[in-house]
């Protein structure tokens, strides 16, 4: 058994909550890199350890950190060869493919610029991110129109672009597989200004635009680090364990759950790259490969528990947690019935590691996210920056005025309006409203945009949603806030039905009576609109802000 954690936390194990809140501590040089302190020390102190088991429909493959050690020597060589440098932007659409732990290896050890994607991406997508980052190469999958649309994209370009395509040959194109085997797997730490720093940047990730265009936010190389309490604490993995995160790597849930932290920790990472999501064989992958650590946003497990899963051995499974949206109770509830596991919620942002959660000493509270990361001092605070009392509500923010932690982000790059606006007088703003219980549990309320304002009261979004959502006839919601003369505001529910329900005002009446029986009554939606569909961001996420715009214009 061997583990790296020790390299960079003065202490790893705590008896409870408020000893790790106290005494969490990360310790790390200036040079930090994940790529040599971690990948590569794993290499050299337990080269059989396996760090990685990805499996599609057809195939399995294992990688030991050895195996991650020279794959990802062999992408740099072929990257340098290729003119990247550090400080160079390179994005990557890999969908769940083993190469993308290649390939963010190397471009961690290069010090170049690492930009995740989708494969979801359509042309303006990609002429957007392209352009702004002034990205210098991609690697990506072929998938639907992604070739094609980066090829119309690159004429619009002012610099070359480099073009990197798994297992495909095509004009234009290099077969990034077929290259890197011609590449040494040996490449040694650079020195001098060659080498990365941990204050340097290292990825970037576009917001998911859920309020406007996409932003970028590019973290540090100590961001790694600061998910350490993302996966040893709060998703609880453990040594030479196996953890899964549902998620593409096009998305940052997949350094949360399947990279940084748990590789730190000494647990390996399980991946299922699946051509199209189905509940039922993600669980089977799940228990067929002994997974005993789980993580997944809500909708996942939602997808799961209504799969007729009776009677399935779930007895490696020891640990699952969920983060992205606020938990629904019959969706937590159901799980508990079916594996005897409680789901341990958790908040952070594209901006941040794990800032709140139900770390591994806490009782799960349904509807709350738990208490405070060690590595964020966290406050509530009044639109005047003053603390708000137990039980009011009030912004998230962190207090940074001894300086950031390593988990935050670094800046909005090439944003400075956008960075004055969320960090100014010592404190970052998340931009997310939430209160506080007399336990210390932090309750999410709903994005500061998003809240609704009606006849003097103020209602989040997401309660309601969760209310909306646990009537039968239900499969999917947004819940905004609608002009009103009277009210200011009154609460709309834009809804899209599950198969064999049709709208009326009959199912619209019993829809508020059910949603006044859930929750408090004066939240109810005075007004329902059925729909086929809701926008959402390329990430999934509903944007609200349209729903409201669209309401204005009529």
């Known amino acids: ?132 980052a002034e990205v210098k190469a991609v690697i990506t999958v072929e998938e639907d129109s992604l070739l094609p649309d980066y090829e119309e994209a690159e004429k619009e370009l002012d610099w070359d672009l480099q073009k990197l395509v798994i297992k495909t040959d095509r004009e234009g194109w290099i077969n990034f597989n077929k290259a890197i085997e011609n590449e040494s797997p040996v490449y040694e730490r650079p020195s001098g ?14 917001t998911s635009g859920t309020s406007g265009l996409p932003k970028m936010v590019a973290h540090r190389h100590t961001y790694a680090l600061g998910h350490i309490p993302t996966a040893k604490y709060w998703q609880n993995v453990v040594e030479d364990g196996i953890h899964h995160t549902a998620s593409d790597t096009g998305w940052g849930k997949a350094v949360w759950g399947n990279l940084y932290g748990q590789w730190i920790a000494g647990t390996s990472i399980f991946i299922y790259d699946y051509v199209r999501f189905n509940g039922l064989n993600l669980l089977e992958k799940i228990i067929e490969n002994k997974v005993d650590t789980f993580c997944a946003p809500p909708t996942v497990y939602r997808f799961i528990i209504k799969e007729n899963i009776e009677g399935y051995d779930f007895s490696n499974l020891k640990y699952v947690a969920t983060a992205g949206e606020p938990l629904p109770p019959e969706v937590s509830d159901r799980f508990y019935d079916l594996s005897g596991l409680r789901i341990k919620e958790g908040f952070g942002q594209t901006e941040t590691t794990l800032s709140i959660g139900t770390f591994i000493w806490l009782d799960a509270k349904v509807g709350y996210l738990g208490k405070p990361s060690p590595l964020y001092n966290l406050k509530l605070l009044d639109e005047n920056d003053n603390p708000v009392d137990i039980g009011a509500e009030g912004e998230l923010c962190f207090d940074i005025s001894n300086g950031p932690t390593p988990g935050l982000f670094k800046e909005y790059y090439k944003d400075p309006v956008k960075q004055a606006h969320q960090i100014h007088d010592g404190y970052y703003h998340c931009g997310d409203t939430a209160w506080k219980d007399e336990d210390g549990y932090i309750r999410f309320v709903g994005r500061n945009d998003d809240i609704i304002k009606s006849s003097g009261y103020r209602i989040g979004p997401y309660e309601v949603e969760s209310a909306v959502l646990s009537h039968e006839a239900v499969a999917h919601c947004a819940i905004t806030g609608y002009p009103d003369e009277e009210r200011g505001q009154i609460v709309k529910a834009s809804i899209i039905l599950q198969p064999g329900f049709e709208p009326s005002a009959a199912l619209t009446k019993d829809i508020q009576n059910h949603v006044k029986n859930v929750t408090a009554p004066y939240k109810y939606p005075r007004m329902i609109e059925y729909v086929d569909e809701l926008p959402e961001t390329i990430s999934g996420k509903i944007r609200r802000v349209e729903i409201r715009e669209n309401d204005n214009k009529n």
């Open 1 to 132: 058994m061997t583990s790296v954690i020790e390299n960079f936390v003065e202490r790893v194990d705590f008896n409870s909550y408020e000893d790790f809140y106290k005494n969490f501590k990360l310790t790390y040089d200036e040079d930090f890199n994940f790529g040599f302190d971690v990948v590569d020390k794993y290499a050299e102190i337990d080269p059989e350890k396996i760090a990685l088991i990805w499996t599609d429909d057809n195939e399995k493959r294992t990688f030991t950190f050895k195996d991650i050690k020279e794959k990802s020597n062999k992408t740099v060589n072929l990257l340098k060869r290729l003119g990247i440098k550090k400080g160079d932007k390179v994005m990557l659409t890999l969908k769940s493919r083993y190469e993308w732990w290649f390939c963010m290896v190397a471009l961690h050890k290069l010090g170049a610029v690492a930009i995740p994607a989708t494969h979801m991406l359509k042309l303006h997508d990609i002429d957007f991110r392209l352009k702004n």
């Open 193 to 206: 200004d060659d080498n990365p720093m941990a204050d340097e940047v290292f990825l970037i990730y576009f």
